[in-house]
């Protein structure tokens, strides 16, 4: 078996034991019990600025490649359009492991990279971009030159490490162009990624470098969400009564907050759901955002009744109501059923968070179908994972949801307000996983005023 092979089979085996943007969400609020949470199609949130420090243009001058060794790649073995198992890895060339991420095959090119993850149709905005990079310094980095084409811009990042702090911008282009940096700073890294919602295809790469930088340091950030506690319901549930006010905006002042917007959200079990159906809004109980699940799931310590047990979750967290079966459920919601897993272990992603006591605390995934063609059977790559028992970063008591589009690799905390924070790898040992650069850092909880 080669390295690359090896390094692939790593990574699967990662991801069977288990960058970036904070989001806002649009506004649903509602005071109504009959309407509880958005009962609308799902709309990708609007971003907004980031907490992270942006990278800057580079001030590109040109430079003598005269002398330089050059590195080049115009073929890539193991690629899959197929399944986001596959449409990752590394490809060892020449010395050098070269990175992609969500990585597809396109005829007549090495590599198409998407702005999404290939089993879906549609770009997502919580989507670290689609990439192309070295994944092993390449040292003194004085130019870098690629054939590509696309329907949107490329982008095409620098550093002397991994945290890439300049970038240069080119334009679209329906035929082959041949884009190039030149680079007098001291630079080790590159990564060519999608710009925009449209897919880049990249026919070679070739590398100019003269080996004189010698600082090979490969730094990571922290992912720090500033958060306020989650909203928890207090008293007895019943169904169709039981009501929680969540905050999806607040205003911050010296780390006090106040509320400038809530969302309504009613309590169903599903039984009450099954015995009653003719008599309810199945659409408007059925609950399929991702903030909506994450506030629903912390509040009540249950389900949304549209969620089926796809493994390990017949009861509830909170007061071992049942949760249905699949068929159950697929005949009540229709195309809005969902599922939810349970596990309890203390490997895989599990360990890139502080949870609580390693192998006793239980995690739920509930399914996230923000992509069309999702089913129960066909659950794609998105899912809100719930620490319910916490981290040790916070309250004991209270729940923790994290977001991941791309089946683990990298996760996103939700704020409690309607906002996720940065991206943070989820793997870090492993490299043809880890693309966000950062780990979790504890951020600032906000105390209402």
Known sequence: MNKNKILLVLVSSALCLTGCTIFSFSDESSNSKSSAYSSEPYTPPTPISSSSEESEEYEEEEVDVSTCSIKSIDYLNDISSSSYASNFGVEYNEGINYGFYRG???????????????????????????????????????????????????????????LFPFYKTFSA??????????????CNYFRIETCGDGEVFIKDV???YDGHNNDTTTATTEAKTNRIAPTIYNGDLVS??????????IEVVNNKYTVKKSRTYTYYSY?????????????????????????????????PANYANIKNCPTNPRDDSAVGKTSNVKTLFGDKARGISKYNRDDGYATSVPINAPGVDSYYELDIGVYSG???????????????????????????????DDHYNCFREY?????????FDTMQDYESIARTNAKIGKGVTYTKA
């Open 104 to 162: 597809g095959k396109a005829s007549g090119y090495m590599l198409k990279i998407y702005p999404y993850a290939t089993l879906s149709s549609t770009p997502f905005v919580y989507s670290l971009p689609g990439s192309f990079s070295n994944e092993n310094p390449i040292m003194g980095i004085r130019k870098i030159e690629f054939t590509y084409k696309c329907s949107a811009k490329v982008k095409i990042r620098i550093g002397q490490n991994k």
């Open 173 to 186: 282009s329906s035929s082959d162009t041949v884009g190039s940096i030149f680079i007098k700073d001291d």
């Open 206 to 208: 070739k590398v100019y």
């Open 240 to 249: 169709g009564e039981s009501t929680v006010s969540v905050p999806i905006e």
């Open 271 to 303: 039984e009450y759901v099954r015995d009653n159906y003719m008599d309810l809004n199945l659409d408007e109980i059925a609950i399929t955002n991702v903030e909506d699940v994450c506030n629903y799931f912390m509040a009540f310590g249950c389900a």
């Open 374 to 404: 999702y089913s129960t059977s066909n659950r794609d790559v998105c899912r809100v994972v719930c620490f319910y028992e916490g981290w040790t970063y916070y309250n004991l008591t209270d729940p923790v949801c994290v977001f991941t």
């Open 415 to 423: 704020s409690n307000y309607g906002i996720f924070g940065d991206a």
